[in-house]
């Protein structure tokens, strides 16, 4: 919104039950991915989507949230000629992927799916643990008090992660608003390379555009 763009969001809930003052300037739709004609209205005249869509639960409930749904958003957006579409996926974090096996196979399904209908203006971002500060209904919690410590020391520390089996583990944390400058670039910028974009990616990204 701070770079003029009219901004819509697709939501089970619809409204969000943020009270800042911006809420009042976005489009709020109400829909479930998982019913493919609910979104139809919401993908008209829309140029980008970004879709940070996802969730924990059984490997069935996770495959379907991070998969199924996510295909349906992606196949609705490819019939209404969306141009580009960016999806927050998830880094790698070796052992784990086996304990959330359903989590990573619906991502990774998700992100096929994206290259095969967006081969020119699909992006994925693959982050660790995102930081900022999360809104649980009322309460705010300040998870920068941990992913930020932890970031300024293993953005630097690449080297870490070709540890074999436990490696993964020391991946960076990234701030949610390197995240998103990252991600409305890539829905924006028509030059922005298709393909998958990893937490260091990001960072280094952030960090060049200033």
Known sequence: MERGLTVSSLSRSGRSSVHDSWADSVVWHQGDLLSPNSMKHAMNGVTSVISCVGGFGSNSHMHRINGTANINAIKAAAEQCVKRYVYISAADFGLINYLLKGYYEGKRATEKELLIKFPYGGVILRPGFIHGTR????????????????????????????????????????????????????????????????????????????
């Open 135 to 210: 809104q649980v209904g009322r309460m705010k919690l300040p998870l920068s008090l941990i992913g930020a410590p932890l970031e300024m020391v293993l953005r630097y520390a690449k080297v870490l992660t070709r540890i074999p089996l436990v490696g993964p583990l020391f991946t960076s944390p990234v701030n949610v608003t390197s995240v998103a400058k990252v991600a409305v670039r890539a829905a924006m910028d028509p030059a922005f390379p298709p393909g998958i974009l990893d937490v260091y990616g990001i960072l280094q990204y952030v960090e060049k555009s200033g």
